[in-house]
C-alpha cells in the first residue's frame, strides 16, 4: 500500500494528498454530506437560541466499510456509531489508530458484551439489568476504563403500548439509571431514543423528543453527571436539537442510503 488511511499520521502530514483518486472522490463526498448536515445541525441549534458546541455530532457507519470510517475520521469526525458487533469489531480493530469516539448503538445480547467493550467508549442502548451486569463483568474483565452507558428509553412502552423499540419504558428508567451508577466499571452518562413508529407518539418526533427531555432531566436530577441526551437521526435531528439533544446520531445523510439489508 502505498498509503495508509487508517494512520497513525505523523504530525503535519496531508491526509487528503495521500488519497487514491477513489478514495479522494468519496472523500470528496463525504465532506460534501457533512457540509450539508452540519448546516442543519447549525442552523437547529441558532433556532433553539443553543451554542452550536452543545450538540456532538456522531456519525453511523453501520453497513459501510472501515474506509469511510478513516476518511469520515480525515474529515474531522471525532465520533462514530455502530449497531451490530459482528461488523463494528473488525472496522474499530482496523481504526484503532484513528482519533475516534466509538459509540455503540444497537440491541446488545449479553453474550456480545465481551467484545462490545474492547471497542466501544459508550453504549447507548442499555435496556435492561441482565445487560447492566454483562457489560460490568465484560468491563472488569478486559481491565480497560469504565464504560460510559445510557439509558435506551422506548417511549412507545409508555401506556402499554406494543414493544415496536428496543429500550425500557420510560415508568423504568430511574430504576435502571440507579443500577448502573451503582455498579463498578460503568459510568451513567445519560439516556437515549428513536422515535417511536407506534403508539400515540408515532410520526410526532417533536413531542418524541419532549418526553424524552422531560425523562432526561428526572435521571439529572439524581445522577447530575448523567447530561448526555442522545435524540434524533438523518430525519429528525432538528426536532432533537431543538429539545434539548446532546448528541445526534446521523447516517444516511453523510454515508448515503443503505441496503434493505443493513
Ligand atoms: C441507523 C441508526 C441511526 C442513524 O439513522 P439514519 O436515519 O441513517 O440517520 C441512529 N440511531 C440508531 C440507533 C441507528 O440504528
Request: charged share 20%.
Amino acid at each position: 500500500m502505498t498509503n495508509d488511511i487508517f494512520g497513525p499520521f505523523p504530525g503535519g502530514a496531508d491526509f487528503a494528498a495521500a488519497l487514491t483518486d477513489a478514495q479522494r472522490a468519496r472523500f470528496d463526498q463525504l465532506g460534501a454530506n457533512l457540509d450539508v448536515v452540519e448546516r442543519r445541525i447549525a442552523d437547529a441549534c441558532a433556532a433553539a437560541g443553543r451554542p452550536r458546541e452543545e450538540v456532538t455530532l456522531i456519525v453511523v457507519t453501520k453497513t459501510y466499510p472501515a474506509e469511510d470510517t478513516a476518511l469520515l475520521a480525515g474529515l474531522g469526525v471525532t465520533d462514530v456509531a455502530e449497531n451490530r458487533d459482528q461488523d463494528a469489531a473488525p472496522k474499530a480493530e482496523r481504526c484503532v489508530n484513528l482519533p475516534l469516539t466509538w459509540h455503540f448503538v444497537g440491541q446488545l445480547q449479553t453474550n456480545k458484551a465481551r467484545s462490545v467493550v474492547r471497542y466501544a467508549d459508550l453504549v447507548h442502548s442499555v435496556d435492561r439489568e441482565r445487560l447492566v451486569d454483562s457489560l460490568a463483568a465484560a468491563v472488569h474483565n478486559a481491565e480497560r476504563p469504565p464504560l460510559g452507558c445510557l439509558v435506551q428509553v422506548a417511549l412507545d412502552k409508555e401506556a402499554g403500548e406494543g414493544e415496536h423499540r428496543a429500550g425500557v419504558a420510560p415508568a423504568d428508567v430511574l430504576a435502571l439509571a440507579a443500577k448502573i451508577a451503582d455498579t463498578p466499571g460503568l459510568r451513567l452518562d445519560g439516556v437515549m431514543t428513536v422515535a417511536p413508529l407506534a403508539g400515540p407518539l408515532a410520526g410526532d418526533p417533536a413531542r418524541s423528543f419532549a418526553r424524552l427531555a422531560e425523562i432526561a432531566s428526572a435521571v439529572r436530577a439524581e445522577h447530575p453527571t448523567a447530561t448526555m441526551v442522545s435524540a434524533g437521526m438523518s430525519g429528525d435531528l432538528e426536532q432533537a436539537i431543538a429539545a434539548g439533544a446532546t448528541h445526534v446520531r446521523v447516517g444516511t445523510a453523510v454515508l448515503g442510503v443503505r441496503s434493505p439489508l443493513g
